[in-house]
């Protein structure tokens, strides 16, 4: 199965200051990854698929990038709600599996 | 708006079978795909497999030995079984759809239930 390296395992920002947040694959997974958000006591929150692509109703200021085994998830500038957990998911084979999360925290 | 809600036992007993029922409203259960998905407390996820409405299904090797899920279309829902459950079984477990756009679908997920707590102890 394909394993998915998530750094840092925490992140301490402040509001208004830049994110970036690493996944890495295992073996390629193509542009095949999505990023989920989830907050204490939530169910995730899909974010981004197919590495670069926005869902519907996420602001612009979450971006991705990457492509084979290296992948970027990208927040311009903090705003207090997103401090949050991060996770990464592959779709490029069976079994999908996530990496094992960022915490974002103030 | 998509909705799933769980149901089920929160306390299982160590080799028992855990069950869970998953309820959608806001879209029909034969429409799309569905997947069962855990998470250990204060860890990460792990994806136990998907159903759909024809019985076609795929679980993750780890799991697969013990795991069934079914569909109910008369009740627009759908239900998950694992056997021989130990304390590492212990998760918040979530239902969740297959995303799909106007023009694909793809195997991330993109509606999910708020999830349950199931306790595997005696």
């Known amino acids: 199965e394909i394993v998915l390296t998530q750094s840092p395992a925490t992140l301490s920002l402040s509001p208004g200051e830049r994110a970036t947040l690493s996944c890495r694959a295992s073996?390629?997974?193509?542009?095949?990854l999505a990023w989920y958000q989830q907050k204490p006591g939530q169910a995730p929150r899909l974010l981004i698929y197919?590495?670069?692509n926005r869902a519907t109703g996420i602001p612009a200021r979450f971006s991705g990038s990457g492509s084979g085994t290296d992948f970027t998830l990208s927040i311009s500038s903090l705003e207090p709600e997103d401090f949050a957990v991060y996770y990464c998911?592959?779709?490029?084979?069976?079994?999908?599996?996530f990496g094992q999360g960022t915490k974002l925290e103030i | 708006q998509v909705q799933l809600q769980e149901s089920g036992p929160g306390l299982v007993k160590p080799s028992e079978t855990l069950s869970l029922t998953c309820s959608v409203s806001?879209?029909?259960?034969?429409?799309?795909?569905w997947s069962w998905i855990r998470q250990p407390p204060g860890k990460g996820l792990e994806w136990i497999g998907y159903?759909?409405?024809?019985?076609?299904?795929n679980y993750n090797p780890s799991l697969k030995s013990r795991v069934t899920m079914s569909v109910d279309t008369s009740k627009n829902q759908f239900s998950l079984n694992l056997s021989s459950v130990t304390a590492a079984d212990t998760a918040v477990y979530y239902c969740?759809?297959?995303?799909?756009?106007?023009?694909?679908?793809?195997?991330?997920?993109?509606?999910w239930g708020q999830g349950t707590l199931v306790t595997v102890s005696s």
């Open positions: 969740a759809k297959k995303y799909c756009s106007s023009s694909s679908c793809q195997w991330i997920f993109d509606f």
């Open positions: 806001g879209a029909s259960i034969n429409s799309y795909y």
């Open positions: 159903i759909y409405y024809t019985g076609n299904s």
């Open positions: 073996q390629s997974v193509s542009s095949y």
């Open positions: 197919d590495a670069s």
């Open positions: 998911q592959h779709r490029s084979n069976w079994p999908l599996t």
